[in-house]
Structure formats: structure tokens, C-alpha cells
């Protein structure tokens, strides 16, 4: 006798996977024209199943961020001041990088559609404002009295760590992580923009 498929949702259902068929969707529709009822649809799931895992488009591509920045900014808090700030950096933010179920084809895929598209681009920047001022702050403690210099250095990072990432969602066969500390060694280096 077949046994009956217990209501509600789908038990392979998870975050990750609707997060990795909405960017499918998203690459292949466009981000704008695919809808959370097509999401949905998609993954085969009611759209109250997916509002319970994410309220909104915006939710799925920024799975992960506060995560991300928090643990971004427990590492540097926990750098030994008498590291400079060039060395904490190149060897503390690679490092320190987490992002969903730690899938880089999921961060490939989130990535990829970021660039591609100027609102998300444009809230990338909104998004990334605590960091960078985080940033600041840490430059800013081992460089007293030197403000511009902290400001100048954060976005560097920043700009730097952005370029590196976006390269490497379109690049095959580069590990993120040495891709992350060759970019911030190119900038930080004594002698470089941000020195």
C-alpha cells in the first residue's frame, strides 16, 4: 500500500534551495519580471511556505549579509592592537568571510546577479555603510588623528573586496579566499593607494 505524502511542506524544502532556484529564475527571467509567486511556483512550494523563509526578492539575494558583516567585525575585534592595520586586513577579512551553508555556488550565482543589475548595485552600496564605517573605526584606532586616511583606506578595502569578489563569480577555478587576499595585498601594500 503507498503510504501518503504528509501535508505542508516539501521535505527537501530549505533556504538554500529556494534561494537557488529563485537566482536561477532571476538570471534566466530577469530579476525585476520574476515575481514571488514564480519563485513559488518554481519550488514547488505555497507562497506562504516561501514568505516564511524569505519576506521578499530583496530577502533572497541578501541572504547571509548581517551575518556576514558580523562576523567580519568579531574578527578585527579580536586582531591584537599592536597589528597594523595593513596586516590585519589582508589576513583577517579572507579569513573571516562567511556566507550561506558556506555554498560558493550560491554566492556565484548572488554575486553574478548583483552585478549585473544597477538597483541591487546601488543598494549594495546602502547595505555596505556599517561596514565600511567599521572599517574606519579600525584603521582610525591605529592611525590617530588621521581621518582622511581611515576614510581612504576603508574604501579601498571595500572597492577592493568588491572587484575581487565579483571576478571571482565570473571566473572559474580561482579559490575565493586567496582571490579575496591577493586583491587587498595589491592595494594595501605600503606604497599603494590606500598606504
Known sequence: MERSRPRGRPPATSASAIAATALRLFAERGYEATTMDDVAKACGIARRTLFSYYPSKGAIVWEGRPEATGAIAAALAAVPA??????????????????????????????????????????????????????????????????????????????????????????????????????????????????
Do not use: K
Open 82 to 195: 599592536a597589528t597594523p592595520w595593513r596586516t590585519a586586513l589582508v589576513e583577517t577579512l579572507p579569513t573571516a568571510l562567511v556566507f550561506p551553508d558556506g555554498d560558493e555556488a550560491l554566492l556565484r550565482a548572488r554575486l553574478a546577479l548583483i552585478a549585473g543589475n544597477a538597483d541591487l548595485q546601488s543598494h549594495l552600496f546602502v547595505e555596505q555603510s556599517s561596514f565600511t564605517d567599521g572599517l574606519v573605526a579600525f584603521v582610525a584606532a591605529r592611525e590617530p588623528g588621521d581621518e582622511l586616511g581611515a576614510a581612504v583606506a576603508a574604501h579601498t578595502t571595500l572597492a577592493a573586496l568588491s572587484a575581487a569578489l565579483q571576478w571571482w563569480a565570473t571566473t572559474e577555478g580561482h579559490d575565493l579566499r586567496a582571490t579575496l587576499r591577493r586583491a587587498l595585498t595589491q592595494v594595501l601594500a605600503p606604497g599603494s593607494p590606500a598606504s
